[in-house]
């Protein structure tokens, strides 16, 4: 019996640049009403988060920053794990060395060097503003994460993401969506943060279901009893996964929790 459904966002319940459908409304309500705790969990930030944890009405933790901040529905912090300071500036450096584009996470602020396309395109609709200065003039502690962009280059992207791999390989570093290099604590990672509250609720990882679509899912999936992978999630998530749904313009999601929540097929 599935107890706790812990589901990435976009891609997942979220379609690109649109939003919930009404069918995925509705089965969150229907999970919610029968005591299935349903966890957001995401690389977006906590900010973000709530407002959809809001129009969802979930009451439920929000595991943000990839697993790297859990707050309650108060804003209570649960658990925390930041990039070490020595690390985010080394990366900072990095960056501007090699011209590339850096969203700077600070204690749940967003901050950037410059005022470009790729931060407007990446906060447009997220309920998210950002701050712009020279991270020079930051004191960078409380980082959350790093986050690298080119929505021009996914190929330059997966340089980064091995490029970094090689060069600091105690971090966690991935590719969350084609165009997005994440950088962070190597404690801040979406196992972690189902891990930590299934431990909260007594949850075995057998009642728990996982469900993405990109690589930074990999753990996400990981850390459930049944793992599922979206029709348009990756290969390399496909991979981990027990079972791949729809897609998630056909609703996906749904049909996941329709088979494995409320008519749950005999396991082998």
């Not at 299935?36 to 900010?47: D, E």
């Not at 009405?57 to 920053?65: E, F, G, K, N």
């Not at 340089?159 to 290099?181: A, M, N, Q």
């Amino acid at each position: 019996m599935i107890k706790m459904v812990a589901t990435d966002i976009d891609g997942t319940i979220v379609k690109w640049d649109t939003g919930f459908s009404d069918n995925v409304r509705s089965c969150i309500k229907k999970m919610t009403a029968q005591g299935i705790k349903v966890v957001l969990v995401t690389g977006r930030m906590h900010c973000a988060t709530a407002p959809i944890a809001i129009e969802l009405r979930l009451t439920t933790p929000i595991v943000s920053y990839q697993g790297g901040l859990i707050k309650d529905f108060s804003g209570k912090t649960l658990y925390q794990e930041n990039l070490p300071d020595d690390y985010a500036k080394k990366i900072i450096n990095w960056a501007r060395k090699n011209n590339v584009h850096l969203n700077l996470y600070l204690d749940d602020k967003l901050y950037v060097e410059k005022d470009n396309d790729f931060v407007k395109r990446y906060t447009d609709g997220k309920f998210v503003t950002y701050n712009v200065c020279s991270f020079d003039d930051l004191d960078i502690h409380n980082v959350n994460k790093l986050l690298a962009i080119d929505y021009n280059d996914a190929e330059r992207v997966t340089g980064w993401v091995e490029e970094l791999h090689r060069t600091y390989p105690d971090l966690y570093i991935v590719k969350s969506t084609p165009y997005f290099c994440e950088i962070g604590s190597p404690n801040a990672k979406k196992s972690r943060g189902v891990e930590f509250l299934a431990k909260e609720w007594g949850i075995k990882q057998e009642e728990i279901l996982t469900i993405g679509d990109q690589d930074n899912d990999i753990e996400l999936l990981k850390s459930g009893g049944i793992k599922v992978a979206m029709g348009n999630a990756t290969p390399e998530l496909k991979a981990c996964a027990d079972f791949i749904t729809d897609t998630v313009e056909n609703d996906g999601f749904v049909k996941a929790m329709e088979k494995f929540v409320f008519c749950p097929s005999p396991q082998k």
